[in-house]
């Protein structure tokens, strides 16, 4: 390792624009011409749209146009689409509703867009907005999924009865039954998995800009993956085909999932650019930002696990039923199917397990895969399964766990997942000795004297990043491939631009990939550049999400730099009259291995274009493309523990400690890693003590600014006592796992199991706000 | 935010003068009343700043009577240091308000005209006893504070300053709201010549309240033994999604509580 290789803990090169100002966001982007965009958005939860009057808004000063579904649809514009096909147990395909970019018939959630206008400035087009006239029939509401399938319940969508988009199973549903009519002992469970609004730190954006000269669009917006928005705006929305749209996501503040979809807006904006021959912007407002990104979670689901009596799992049996909101955003349906019920095994060996997810259509906002995306669903559901068994055995709950671990790879689970890699026991004692869990009864006894109740809890998860392989995915219903592009550049003088498909919106990439780069060629980082987020500048790629852009992003770079690195020796063996397989890379040139002959990588590289002395036959240039498609997920782990101290007389939990053990297999930068750690954290624990998205019963979002919502202040957080160890993973070239997801996946059950462990009650709801951890303890009194 | 007219005014008369200008409002930190026009839902014509009136500015202590300019910020009360003599428990408050950036802005004057039902001012001085003083008249708080951002202040009326007598002993203890840091329930516990008085502010439903049950506990004894086993009731109490009625009245015995033991310590 150098300093700037891998393992390094490089500074990132990105953060100097990021913290002076000095980043690009799609709000900074100025196209002569360019006018403002404001949506007129639903107010009402659920009503049929009886007329749109738009005349006095076009009156209004400064206005250039305002638009509807109707004109949207005459053009041509296609609805929005799932991408991920689901077929119900029966065999039946998902039911999915129509979801027109703007809506004209029928509006199904607060926030649903209607109208859109174009005006000179901002202010304009919002007082132009409010004086849109619509005509709403108000129709009864639902927004709880346990209630929507009810006889009588409301209907979101024609094309779903009942509200059920899909009834899926996996596992084996005899087996699991065979396991639990030999179980000595089961213990059940209702869980909920609240719903939270993502937050990103940037709004989404967009910029639509038609170009009459050329006919070609260009789209600069706000996502985790430009070249798949330009795929589906191509493909099923009709706006433009591929070669003559141009999807450009610049600095992106934070997407935890929100931004991987494509949304309305900015289709309706490219539209609506070449509609007024204008360029379009639009840039949500906070409030925007609560009603219509997709929301995460929202989870109701019964388990139950059998045991033996010996405390082995024989079976685990689970129904969940999933909040899809009023329209099925991009990956909707994956996330509570193939991103959730394959991770139900948890750490553990279950030889049967059966779960079954009914995916339901509400009146609330989408609902889509947020930083873990179903992952954390599996794991607060096993791991409050876990804790609640070893306290109705009377046992330790990590000896419980240890009984249970997987121990030998690879692990084949009965849903679908093949471990390839681990050590369980590894990370639960690293994170034992760290938290000194022996040494708890103590502390606790010293709590109480205080007139405080000290809980402890843990959490063994194990999640799955890097989504693929392409075919088995693709047979699983995904309609793209998950795979990944990567060209490396070597120019004339030797610096190399890394053109990858990866997108980063706050990870770091930009020093990351070039500690990959000088660790194999000894280029300074400086004189690496990454390029990322722009089709026009990337052939392909399926962008950032998942944890994905280590385990695939960085693999496939790999392969290009093979490549170049192969191409390089040739020409370095030619001017060194050397035999190929003696050239070696050291210290930024490339010698003849034992000997001191050597050419300097810039001299290699300008040989490599000059093209004067090149081996016979070899073309000119150093430039190498390659596609990587994974053979299986990566399998990130590890083990939390959480210890809270609670006021009895307020409710109020404070967490003391919280120890993270997690193996992410090899680390590029641990710093990043550690930061990718402390904000998952964050996001798990926010969760846990403070995040929640409420809908009253009409359908309006009781939770849609700061003043209500409690997004997580560094005061709600201790400082956090992490390491890391390390099995590395075997399917890729890096033997990396991932670490963006893990924090947010494995902590809200270590919080909830250590409150509970405290308040001496096993009914407890996220967020375990003050007010409902002193509900909760006053239920024991009763 | 729609277009706005701003005036500046240069005393209490320029100011009062000011306000009759079409559908004009009074601005001073503008805490409240900026956000509600960035979001659209407030839309005076006009607005007029009252916050760089020089007589409307500072803390006056003489004796026992401490007298708050209305433009006085919170940031000010929290750190003059004769208030911090003379009622050390107001100081407090006044640096328990929002954060930094909002204590820089918002005045005591601005909060109390606006009510807030969640607001900390309003408690200090109902259970101060303090007097509201206006351009035309006094007024004192049991009198001012009207239910939900409801005041007896008449049109134009602009409050001036706020005038008591600085209490034996007090202290306010403060729930926050975990999403807005508003009080969920704060407690102002007072005892002065008069005896003992308790405000609660954050959990009425009609706004700032004082708590008989608890006032009557602590009459004869101003300890926190006093209020062992005492239940306040939780009738007309707020319930939102952050906290019942029930938890607000449990939380307003717990806050009498840690505050009579602050003001006793």
């Known amino acids: ?782 | 935010m729609y277009a706005v007219n701003y005036h500046r005014a240069a005393s209490v008369a320029d100011a009062a003068k000011l306000i009759k200008t079409g559908d004009a409002k009074l601005l001073s930190g503008g805490m409240t009343l900026i956000p509600a026009m960035k979001t659209r839902l407030a839309a005076p014509s006009d607005l007029v700043d009252l916050s760089r009136i020089t007589e409307l500015q500072g803390v006056r202590v003489s004796g026992k009577t401490v007298t708050i300019g209305a433009a006085t910020t919170h940031h000010a009360v929290a750190n003059d240091e004769k208030l911090k003599k003379a009622c050390p428990a107001l100081s407090h408050l006044a640096s328990l308000i929002g954060d930094p950036a909002v204590r820089h802005k918002g005045t005591i004057g601005g909060s109390i005209a606006n009510n807030d039902p969640a607001a900390d001012y309003p408690a200090a001085l109902l259970a101060l006893g303090a007097t509201i003083i206006t351009n035309k008249r006094e007024i004192a708080a049991d009198k001012f504070f009207k239910g939900l951002f409801e005041t007896s202040l008449k049109d134009g009326e602009i409050v001036t300053a706020v005038t008591f007598t600085a209490p034996a002993k007090a202290a306010y203890e403060k729930f926050r709201n975990p999403a807005s840091r508003y009080a969920i329930v704060g407690v102002f516990v007072a005892k002065g010549k008069d005896g003992v008085s308790v405000a609660v502010t954050g959990a009425g439903d009609d706004g700032v309240f004082r708590s008989k049950e608890i006032e009557a506990a602590l009459a004869g004894n101003f300890t926190t033994s006093a209020l062992d086993g005492v239940k306040v009731p939780a009738k007309n109490l707020m319930t939102d999604i952050h906290a019942s009625a029930d938890y607000r009245a449990n939380l307003i015995a717990v806050m009498a509580k840690r505050a009579v033991a602050a003001a006793n310590a």
């Open chain 1, 1 to 782: 390792m150098g300093i700037e290789g891998v393992g390094a803990r490089v500074a990132r090169k990105e953060d100097k624009r990021f913290i002076t100002g000095a980043g690009r966001y799609v709000d900074d982007m100025v196209v002569p011409g360019m006018k403002h965009a404001a949506f007129v958005r639903s107010p009402h939860a659920h009503a049929q749209i009886k007329k749109i009057d738009v005349k006095k808004a076009q009156g209004m000063p400064g206005v250039i146009g305002v638009l509807t579904g109707k004109e949207l649809k005459a053009d041509g514009i296609g609805n929005l689409i799932c991408g991920w096909m689901i077929h119900s147990k029966d065999g039946s395909p998902m039911k999915m509703g129509a979801w027109s970019p703007l809506a004209f018939d029928r509006v199904r959630y607060v926030g649903d867009a209607v109208v859109i206008v174009v005006a000179e400035t901002k202010g304009q087009a919002r007082d132009a907005a409010e004086a849109v006239e619509i005509t709403y029939k108000e129709l009864k509401a639902v927004v709880d999924a346990s209630k929507a399938m009810d006889k009588g319940a409301p209907q979101v969508h024609p094309e779903a009865d009942n509200n059920l988009i899909f009834d899926w199973d996996i596992g084996n549903a005899d087996d699991t039954a065979a396991a639990f009519n030999k179980a000595a002992h089961v213990v059940k469970m209702d869980i909920i998995n609240n719903r939270l609004v993502p937050n990103a730190m940037e709004p989404r954006a967009a910029l639509g800009h038609y170009d009459k000269a050329e006919d070609h669009y260009t789209c600069w917006t706000t996502s985790q993956n430009p070249h798949v928005a330009r795929l589906v705006m191509s493909a099923f929305y009709n706006v433009a085909p591929e070669n003559k749209l141009r999807v450009i996501a610049p600095d992106v503040g934070g997407g935890f999932g929100s931004k991987i979809y494509i949304y309305p807006e900015e289709i309706v904006c490219l539209w609506a650019s070449k509609k007024t021959g204008v360029p379009v912007k639009w840039v949500a407002d906070r409030t925007e930002s609560f009603l219509t990104d997709a929301h995460g979670r929202d989870h109701h689901t019964h388990a139950e696990m059998a045991f033996d009596k010996d405390h082995r799992i024989l079976g685990l049996k689970v129904e969940t039923q999933a909040n899809l909101g009023a329209y099925m955003s991009l990956f909707s349906s994956a996330t509570p199917t193939y991103l959730y019920a394959t991770l139900l095994s948890g750490q553990y060996n279950i030889p049967a397990i059966h779960a079954n997810v009914k995916a339901i259509y509400t009146n609330t906002a989408p609902v889509d895969a947020y930083r873990g995306a179903g992952r954390p669903e599996a794991t607060f559901v096993m791991e409050r399964m876990m804790e609640t068994a070893a306290r109705q055995f009377g046992v330790s709950p990590a000896e419980l766990r240890r009984k249970n671990f997987v121990t030998s790879f690879p692990h084949q689970t009965p849903v679908i997942m093949c471990y390839d890699a681990g050590d369980y026991a590894a990370s639960l004692d690293a994170a034992m000795k760290a938290s000194d869990y022996a040494g708890f009864a103590k502390r606790k006894a010293a709590a109480a004297k205080k007139g405080l109740l000290r809980g402890i809890g843990m959490s063994c998860y194990i999640e799955a990043c890097g989504i693929a392989p392409s075919a088995a995915v693709g047979s699983l219903g995904a309609g793209v491939g998950l795979w990944e592009s990567a060209e490396v550049r070597v120019n004339a003088v030797g610096t190399i631009e890394v053109l990858t498909g990866s997108h980063s919106h706050g990870q770091g990439h930009e020093t990351t990939f070039a500690q990959l780069v000088n660790e194999r060629f000894g280029v300074p980082l400086d004189s690496v550049s990454i390029v990322h987020g722009d089709t026009d500048k990337v052939q392909m790629g399926m962008g950032t999400y998942g944890s994905r852009s280590g385990a695939v992003g960085m693999s496939a770079i790999v392969k290009a730099l093979d490549k170049v690195e192969a191409k390089a020796k040739k020409i370095a063996a030619h001017l060194l009259e050397a035999d190929e397989g003696d050239i070696i890379i050291e210290n930024g040139a490339l010698k003849v291995a034992g000997t001191d002959k050597n050419v300097p990588w810039f001299q290699m590289a300008l040989a490599a274009y000059t093209a004067h002395n090149l081996p016979g036959g070899m073309e000119p240039g150093l430039k190498e493309t390659a596609f990587y498609d994974p053979s299986n997920f990566t399998f990130p782990a590890g083990c939390y523990i959480c210890e809270v101290e609670v006021d009895p007389e307020t409710g109020v939990t404070e967490i003391v400690q919280f120890v993270a053990a997690d193996d992410f297999g090899n680390i590029i930068n641990p710093m990043i890693v550690e930061g990718q750690v402390h904000g998952g954290l964050a996001q798990g624990i926010g969760q846990a003590l403070l995040e929640g998205a409420y809908y009253d019963n009409s359908g309006q979002l009781l939770t849609a600014s700061y003043m209500d919502y409690t997004m997580p202040r560094a005061g709600d957080l201790p400082s956090f006592k992490i390491s890391t160890s390390n099995t590395p993973c075997p399917g890729n070239p890096l033997g990396i796992k991932g670490c963006g997801e893990a924090g947010a996946i494995g902590s809200p059950p270590a919080v909830i199991n250590a409150i509970t462990d405290a308040i001496g009650s096993n009914d407890l709801a996220m967020p375990a706000s003050p007010s409902t951890v002193w509900a909760a303890i006053r239920a024991t009194k009763h």
